[in-house]
């Protein structure tokens, strides 16, 4: 069955650090994954998506992703943490079931950043 | 381009009181819709979705259900709520295809009482 895991629930670093959010994931195709965040009280906002191709992808607000099929992972990247990325960070595969495109989610990575 | 409206942005029912939340679209046409709920500290769990009008598709038994009664109109209903019900509720859409994100609303957080 397909499944995404986010094994770190609570991560913190100090603004301006460098970060990885790890997320592993199992489907038997060739995944669709996106990065989503999750402001406290908000919705969630997509950060980026890979669906073939260049296997580093880059998003918004500095974000990157590489993915690795060998290691069935898709880790999010950002090179220096600002406060205001502290929130939730949500991995997704999607694909097809029941006619509809479906996301499976993982669990989440809470970020807080000190200053 | 387009946009996800969700309202209202928060409410707090009685137990045993009727729920109607709205969802709407704009800058689109023919969206798949979901409705997830979000329990505190915990992650999404998928509603109901809609790959057209008055088509609704369950993935858990529950005290909900929705209705889609315009291409771009998603509304999650309850007839009478449960405290259980209490939780932050997100609409979503998106384009047709497993490539296609789905884009959220900024959701209602639900309070039973």
């Known amino acids: 069955a397909q499944s995404v895991t986010q094994p770190d629930i609570h991560i913190t670093v100090s603004e301006g650090a460098s970060l990885e959010l790890r997320c592993n994931y199992s489907?038997?195709?060739?995944?669709?994954l996106f990065w989503y965040v999750q402001s406290p009280g908000q919705g969630l906002q997509l950060l980026l998506k890979?669906?073939?191709?260049?296997?580093l992808v880059q998003g918004i607000k500095g974000f990157e992703a590489e993915f690795k099929r060998s290691q069935s992972s898709f880790n999010l990247r950002k090179p220096s943490v600002h406060w205001s990325d502290a929130a939730e960070y949500f991995c997704a595969v999607g694909l097809i079931s029941g006619g509809y495109n479906k996301l499976i989610f993982g669990a989440g990575t809470r970020l807080a950043v000190h200053p | 381009s387009q946009t996800i409206h969700q309202w209202p942005a928060t409410l707090v029912q009685p137990v045993g009181s009727p729920l109607s939340l709205e969802c709407t679209v704009e800058?689109?046409?023919?969206?798949?819709l979901y409705w997830y709920r979000q329990a505190a500290g915990r992650g999404l769990q998928l509603l109901f979705y809609s790959v057209g009008i008055g088509q609704i598709s369950s993935e858990v038994p529950q005290n909900l259900s929705a209705s889609r009664p315009q291409d771009r109109q998603f509304i999650l209903s309850s007839k009478k709520l449960l405290l259980s019900d209490s939780g932050f509720y997100l609409c979503a859409w998106s384009g047709q295809g497993a490539s296609q994100p789905q884009h959220f609303g900024d959701g209602t957080r639900l309070s039973i009482l």
């Open positions: 890979y669906f073939s191709g260049d296997t």
């Open positions: 800058g689109t046409s023919n969206p798949n």
């Open positions: 489907y038997g195709a060739t995944p669709y």
